[in-house]
């Protein structure tokens, strides 16, 4: 995940975001051949400011975060550096931490080799903290429980 925009033009937003309008996108950082993710072409340089302001502001409450955390990144991201995760993961308070390297995939994981694994990290992560939920019948498939998503 990321936590801060890098490079010198992050300290040039400010005031570049009002001589030059947008730039070039980032799309398709996948390593699984043949995967195409549909993404913007070019990104507007007032949104890149207004998420620049909202990461700084992210990261001063980072130390807030108490909650079990599953972390999941690739090392070869050509989008997010592995530096935002590991700053990410010094400055929770989070005692329950649980971080897994994506190793097969770049920056779009959902897409990309580790797919599968990402849900079913995640799927093992929530119920490990809540264990009614999506309790799997003899069949292995989620079982249907009154008063969830899966039942009505």
Known sequence: ??????????????????????????????AKEGVAEVGYDRVPLHAAHSMRNFYR??????????????LLHSPQDHVVPPVDSARILSRVSSTDVTEILLEQSYHVATLDHDADRIFEESYAFIARLAPSVGKRSDTGQVGQQEGTATGG
């Open 1 to 30: 995940p990321a936590n801060k925009v890098h490079g010198a033009a992050a300290h040039a937003l400010p005031v570049l975001r009002h001589l030059v309008r947008t730039v070039s996108g980032i799309t398709s950082d996948i």
């Open 57 to 70: 502001m992210a990261d001063g409450e980072l130390p807030q975060v108490t909650q079990p955390m599953l």
